[in-house]
Antibody, heavy 116, light 110 residues
Framework: QVQMQESGPGLVKPSETLSLTCTVS????????WSWIRQPPGKGLEWIGY???????NYNPSLKSRVTMSVDASKNQFSLRLTSMTAADTAVYYC??????????WGQGTMVTVSS | QTVVTQESSFSVSPGGTVTLTCGLN?????????PSWYQQTPGQPPRTLIY???ARSSGVPDRFSGSILGNKAALTITGAQADDESDYYC??????????FGTGTKVTVL
């Protein structure tokens, strides 16, 4: 049973960079696409982007200038980096496995608050 | 800017049927958008229900079904149960390779 767990700081200061990692267990990160999705408190879901295990990426155009995703297959991990954080980036951040045009497995999510 | 529209809320009686829809602010939704549907309860990650318009995810009861109705994707719950009370989100795949989530529908069972 594949499981995913997000990790990273719960609090980030405005203008700083967020770094999150998703650790995949119970299966290999290879041969799959992996995605990040976020949800501001009380609001809907927003797709941030995805990365293939080989490293190719595709990002939400609205976030593209601030987003970088990377993968470390040796650790079965993939990561999200989001620069120039503002209060509008406060959200629960989910990692998810991306299957046949859908997100078939999800992590539990990690809450990130942007505040000084 | 692409906006994927969903009803804000729906109420259904236990045992009743409800159909949620997923549309585009410009254009029609077809199978080429590979619509998928997710169920979310408070404090939990989304759960995948339907993908590729009408394929049911593993373990999802057959009271959940997906389709294209007119110019929208649709999720139908037949024989609603109390634990179907959740938020439901659709997602569409755009030709540019990006995904757009719908605005979400809150379903109340009472």
């Amino acid at each position: 049973q594949v499981q995913m767990q997000e990790s990273g700081p719960g609090l980030v200061k405005p203008s700083e960079t967020l770094s999150l990692t998703c650790t995949v267990s119970g299966g290999s990160i290879s041969n799959y696409f992996w995605s990040w999705i976020r949800q501001p408190p009380g609001k809907g879901l927003e797709w941030i982007g995805y990365i293939y295990y080989s490293g190719s990426t595709n990002y939400n155009p609205s976030l593209k200038s601030r987003v970088t995703m990377s993968v470390d297959a040796s650790k079965n991990q993939f990561s999200l980096r989001l620069t120039s954080m503002t209060a509008a980036d406060t959200a629960v951040y989910y990692c998810a496995r991306y299957g046949y045009y859908h997100f078939d497995m999800w992590g539990q999510g990690t809450m990130v608050t942007v505040s000084s | 800017q692409t906006v994927v529209t969903q009803e804000s809320s729906f109420s259904v009686s236990p045992g009743g049927t409800v159909t949620l829809t997923c549309g585009l602010n410009s254009g029609s939704v077809s199978a080429t958008y590979y619509p998928s549907w997710y169920q979310q309860t408070p404090g939990q990650p989304p759960r995948t229900l339907i993908y590729n318009t009408n394929a049911r995810s593993s373990g999802v009861p057959d009271r959940f079904s997906g389709s294209i109705l007119g110019n929208k994707a649709a999720l139908t719950i037949t024989g609603a149960q109390a634990d179907d009370e959740s938020d439901y989100y659709c997602v569409l795949y755009m030709a540019s390779g990006i995904y757009v989530f719908g605005t979400g529908t809150k379903v109340t069972v009472l």
